[in-house]
């Protein structure tokens, strides 16, 4: 484990911000969560103690390191799935100077694809991709959540009208009780009641 995660994460979100401001392709963007998501989700891994969490849109691993930081004191680990090459590779390398590599599990893979044929349940999922594919994925999603487990989708307030049918859907499924918290772009909270 590197000595200083902290510093690592500072100098990607500064990394994250100076890029996609000056970056006009959407697929160079890194799109990374807030700083005080990634708090959000540390936290959020160590108090429901997760230890088998799946996030879907990797990016360049920022959020990832900060999901690590909780599942390293969980003694969990992460799949985390991302398609683009370009940004396999710089994951790769940001996960080998966090010194994290061994509790990551990075997928080159399609979620979708993913989603069909994976068969573990998983304490925790983080959503954070292509907002048009959330619909279609929300059975498989589903499906895949433990009892007791919880699903945790970013920015569910900063694209209201895209989020909306979604939102819609998992409030719908009895199986789940949600909640909306208002930190960085919106988390929309789904738990799987046991
Ligand atoms: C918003 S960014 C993720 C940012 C990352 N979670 C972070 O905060 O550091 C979304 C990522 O999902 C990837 N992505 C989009 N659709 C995908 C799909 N169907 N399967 C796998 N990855 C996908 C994109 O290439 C992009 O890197």
Redesign the pocket.
Known sequence: MATDLTSLLKDLAEFGKRNDAVTTER?KK????TPETGEFLELIVKAVRARCIL?????????TIWLLKGARATGGHITT????SH?IVMATENFRRAGVADLVDLRH????IFLLSESQLFDLIFL???RN?YVGWWPRLSALMAPGGLLIV?NATSHPAEMADFIALVRESKAFITSLVPIGNGELLAYREP
């Open positions: 697929s890194m799109l990374n969560i996030e879907i849109g990797t990016s360049n691993g920022y959020s799935l991302e398609m683009q940004k893979t399609e979620a979708g954070d991709s292509e594919q970013d």
